[in-house]
């Protein structure tokens, strides 16, 4: 995790290294900017930017801000760059003193939460957690929607879900996969309450009268195709399959081919674009997968592989992996769809 550290005063500067001592161990790659002309002896990074312009730059660039400071400079600091709460980074205050550990912004899908008690447990400081569904132990569904790696489809109603848990009253639950632990209180499984939560990749699947759409990136996309194909034949291909299996494009997880398109540049583009990784195979790993799968003759004597989307996709996905759309072909493009093995955990 990319992790910035401001502080203000000498003070600032010796909390602010305990910190980036205890972060860095964990796992961040967190650096240190001082905004004071009376730093002692310290070889440090003296930020000569305004605090506006360091914090816009660390907007873009970080996933987590730590003021040593004031609650009140990091809010003013921070102010001109809230968008969303799925896009921001995490945001702390902690007082010079190290006494509080305060979450200011995406507590939640940012994991300000957890990033503040983590400082907290590091420094010595209370950690002030104010979360509504956090101080009454009540399920959060963003919370949960990040820890199984889901894609949030309208913020809008993932609140009103968590409205509707703090008054008592239920939500329903669908899953399409698996699901392990116990159903927090006020989720119930069905379809006969009006507000519900539903985890698939069916394209505009709706239990509920209300229906709050989780997605996970659990599609594999396998593609075969001519060299030289352009990225928006590679794209249009990927849409033309989802519409074809109804499917949720932005399940898309991973794509998969043969080894001879490693460097193919449309799909090392399109995947670019998705911010997916790319699995390749050789040939005989292919051949090796076992399963029904449309033969091609043309393409086994170019490629050596009788079939590569199909193949490719199914593969990737894994064990326990399946293929849910079949070979689609056109503009010299083959693609098919397969879907991971996913499970869902609730937290005892």
Known sequence: M??????????GLNLAEKLKTGLNKSGHRAEIS???????????H???????DWTARQFREKDALYFIGACGIAVRAIAPFIKSKDTDPAVIAIDETGNFSVPLLSGHLGGANDLAEQAAFLTGAVPVITTATDIHQVFAVDLFAKKNR?????LGLAKEISASLLSGMPVGFHSDFPVSGNLPEGLVRGEDTKLGICISVRKNFLPFAKTLRLIPKALVFGVGCKKGT??????QAFLQVCETGQIEPLALGLAASIDLKKEEHGLLGF?????????TFTA???????????????????????????RSAFLAAGDGGKLIVGRQAGNGVTAALALKDWRIRFES
Do not use: W
């Not at 003296?46 to 506006?52: D, G, K």
């Not at 889901?150 to 309208?154: F, Q, R």
């Not at 790993?285 to 399963?291: P, S, T, Y």
């Open 2 to 11: 990319k992790t910035a550290i401001i502080c203000f005063s000498q003070r």
């Open 34 to 44: 001082v905004k004071s002309g009376y730093i002692k002896n310290r070889d440090v």
């Open 46 to 52: 003296c930020a000569t930017e305004s605090l506006n």
């Open 150 to 154: 889901l894609h949030i489809m309208d």
């Open 230 to 235: 352009p990225e928006e034949a590679i794209k």
């Open 271 to 279: 995947c670019r674009e998705k911010a997916i990784p790319f699995q």
């Open 284 to 310: 005989k790993e292919l051949m090796q997968a076992e399963g029904a799968f449309t033969s091609s003759a043309f393409v086994s004597r170019v490629t050596g592989a009788d079939n590569v989307c199909e």
